[in-house]
């Protein structure tokens, strides 16, 4: 384009800039996705977070007497929730229902390159599927 003199120097320097940075983010996303977490990423806080919720009750005994055990489930399910999300956030690329909705991302990005293009023929937006935008 830049040699048929369709882009001049200051587009075609934007568009160097612009495809840079967009090979710049997509190794960086690659990197998050090839680096594997080290095993005591896991297996710490596994380990305390059960320490905790077995000794949380002994702790609480005197303040809460017998709501002890409601109080004490309350707060470990909390913990094992929190736990739960952060191992399902680990993996972004996936494709599972926790990750990134790169499908839709893509074909957003995709429809609105195409409309600034003036074409007719548009795919269709992704659409939830069970609850979920992949």
Known sequence: AANRGLLNEWRLQSLDATLNELTNL??????????????????????????YCIL????????????????????SAIFLMLNQMGKNLENPFEGEIYDVPLSSLTRTIEINLRQ??????????VREMNGVIW
């Open 26 to 51: 997509q190794g960086a996303c690659e990197r998050i996705k090839n680096t594997p977490l080290p095993k005591p990423y896991d297996y710490c806080p596994r380990f305390f977070m059960h320490v």
């Open 56 to 75: 949380l009750p002994l702790v609480l005994v005197d303040r809460t007497g017998l709501a002890t055990p409601f109080v004490a489930l309350l707060a």
């Open 116 to 125: 600034s293009l003036d074409e007719d023929e548009l795919p269709k937006p």
